[in-house]
Nanobody, 125 residues
């Protein structure tokens, strides 16, 4: 059974940092892309960042460039999202997801094959 399990969310003041983890299991993700999404109350789920499991290449949403960093540890089967300089508008449930197609992962989230259950990030002002 394939599982993506997020952790590391919490409550932090504006300007603070958090590191989210996405632990994967159940299959090898070679050739896959792992991404982070977020969904704030009353808003649609939005793409945040993605990385290639194979070569570590990355891409980011404009809203988080320079503040968030995605990385992976293949030995631990885990993908991380480092969140720095957090703002109240970063408050959301953060999800990790995986798909073999980068276009699906970044542009058509409704077709993504694997999702985690989410972790709450709350940034106070």
């Amino acid at each position: 059974q394939v599982q993506l399990v997020e952790s590391g969310g919490g409550l932090v003041q504006a300007g603070g940092s958090l590191r989210l983890s996405c632990a994967t299991s159940g299959r090898t993700f070679n050739g896959y892309f792992i991404g982070w999404f977020r969904q704030a109350p009353g808003k649609e789920r939005e793409f945040v960042a993605a990385t290639s499991w194979s070569d570590g290449s990355t891409r980011y949403a404009d809203s988080v460039k320079g503040r968030f960093t995605i990385s992976r540890d293949n030995g631990k089967n885990t993908v991380y999202l480092q969140l720095n300089s957090l703002k109240p508008e970063d408050t959301a449930v953060y999800y990790c997801a995986a798909d073999s197609n980068i276009v699906v992962l970044t542009a058509t989230p409704g077709r993504i094959r694997y999702w985690g259950q989410g972790t709450q990030v709350t940034v106070s002002s």
